[in-house]
């Protein structure tokens, strides 16, 4: 499937670019310079490392070392259906689930940090279910050290390292509590006192870090929240509800929260897989096994209070603060698959069979709309004109001109309005004499106006079967240049 989606050829995301950035600064020793691009490190180090072990450049090295994660979180899913189960049949649907998961190919062969999240989340996940079922000392420390490299991949991971035990201590059988929780957290207060003694020696770096972050969190996210909290409700009872005064704007607000984190997780899974996650415990003689539920429980909790947590802040939440709700939830999605293969109706069978073939075909549609256009309208730049001649309107197209070269001229801003566009355009210097203007088939009136300030239609296009389009204008002085 990464194969697949990087023969789709699309530019790589604008985040990537900083990672990339930081990756090759770590490479010639600027670790400084590195933590100054990007303040969490750990992935912009590990694609330094696959690319001076293997000799690549920091592209391949990247989708390298995504693919081996996507690869890590597949076969950590399968081990956890394997070890509650043993049902092989369940164990190639769960295969399936996550290879066809939207989510997962929309951004397959994007370079980002999700990857090697989802890849030690989901095994921290499998030696959390272990340490339940048999509690030692080694899955204990196992779990911690693995969601540790998730919090090094995503902040958000340390949510679950410090909540999880103690959201688990009411299902823990068979062993005092108090020395499941001293398990729990052992690494965890080994690497804090580790930090707090080597502080005075480490403290530049972590002040560069995105270490602050989580400081600043601790000690004022809550007051933060809770300003916010109450600026919105004021602004909207003032602005919104200020013609029906006598209705609390407080429910208006919460329910208004609420639908931003539903709306998050229908777009996430899409009807067909949360209809199957309802077969799986609706009436379901084959339920899975109570330490995996209570595991799924206890992450859709944790991770609800903390998307809600961050709708309160910034009224907007991404996909990729529930991934690893999510990630859970595809486990015991197979359970509902399974039931509807094994009814003893044939068409119900026929029409599960209908419904995967669906699901893989329509995995391949989300590696999003062919960008090959932008691709190829970089590269014929760079082989006919300097880059420092060229304005663009996209930073994706801008990216992909420069490559990973550690700053992005400042010529390339990147503007999608029509304002916008004319005031960057008037601030053009002279020594920019080629200008092309990445335009989709929907911003006709983008390209009306690029038509109407350029006085001619472009000289060269560069478009994909969607009619999206790189409009290429070249001066005169510009010809000379070639």
Not at 60 to 88: G, K
Not at 193 to 220: G, N
């Amino acid at each position: 499937m990464s194969l697949i989606a990087l023969a789709h050829r699309q530019p790589y995301n604008i985040d990537g670019q900083l990672y990339l950035n930081a990756a090759s600064a770590m490479m010639h020793g600027q670790w400084h310079t590195a933590l100054h691009i990007y303040g969490w490190p750990l992935y912009s180090a590990c694609i330094a490392f696959v690319a001076q072990l293997l000799h690549l450049p920091v592209v391949p090295a990247a989708h390298s070392i995504d693919a081996l994660f996507d690869i890590i979180t597949l076969l950590s899913a399968i081990a956890i259906i394997h070890r509650t189960t043993h049902n092989r049949q369940l164990m190639w649907l769960t295969a399936l689930i996550f290879l066809v998961f939207p989510f997962f190919n929309h951004f397959r062969a994007d370079i980002m940090r999700g990857h090697g999240y989802c890849a030690f989340g989901i095994l921290a996940f499998y030696y959390l279910i272990k340490t339940m079922e048999k509690p030692h000392w080694r899955w204990a420390v196992a779990w911690q050290c693995c969601m540790g490299l998730a919090m090094l991949f995503r902040i958000e991971g340390i949510v679950f390292l410090l909540l999880m035990p103690v959201s688990l201590l009411f299902w823990v059988q068979n062993q005092s509590k108090l020395s499941w929780l001293s398990k729990q957290y052992s690494l965890l207060l080994f690497a804090v006192m580790a930090l707090l003694l080597s502080y005075p020696f480490t403290k530049h770096w972590l002040h560069l870090s995105r270490f602050t972050d989580i400081t600043f969190q601790f000690s004022h996210g809550i007051q933060k929240t809770l300003a916010i909290y109450h600026s919105k409700i004021n602004a909207l009872a003032e602005h919104v509800m200020m013609y029906h005064p006598h209705v609390n704007a407080i429910p208006m607000f919460w329910f208004g929260l609420l639908g931003i984190y539903v709306t998050a997780i229908l777009k996430l899974f899409g009807l067909a897989l949360l209809a199957l996650f309802g077969l799986t415990y609706w009436k379901n003689p084959r339920k899975p096994s109570s330490v995996l539920s209570q595991v799924l429980l206890s992450v859709a909790v944790i991770n609800s209070l903390f998307g809600l947590f961050v709708v309160a802040q910034y009224l907007f939440l991404s996909q990729r603060y529930i991934i690893l709700m999510a990630l859970t939830i595809l486990l015991v999605i197979p359970f509902g698959l399974q039931r509807l293969l094994s009814h003893e109706k044939s068409w119900v069978r026929y029409a599960t069979i209908g419904l995967i073939f669906y699901m893989a075909a329509a995995s391949i549609g989300h590696f999003g709309r062919s960008k090959t256009y932008v691709i190829d309208a970089a590269q014929w730049l760079k082989q006919h004109y300097p880059t420092s001649h060229i304005f663009v309107n996209s930073q994706e197209l801008a990216q992909t001109l420069e490559g990973s070269k550690p700053e992005l001229p400042s010529s390339y801003p990147q503007v999608g309005s029509i304002d916008a566009l004319q005031q960057s355009l008037s601030q053009t210097q002279q020594s920019i004499k080629i200008f092309a203007f990445k335009l989709e088939a929907k911003q006709k009136a983008l390209q009306d106006f690029v038509q109407k300030h350029m006085k001619r239609n472009p000289d060269k296009q560069f478009c994909n079967k969607r009619h999206d389009c790189v409009w290429v204008y070249v001066g005169h002085e510009a010809k000379k240049l070639r």
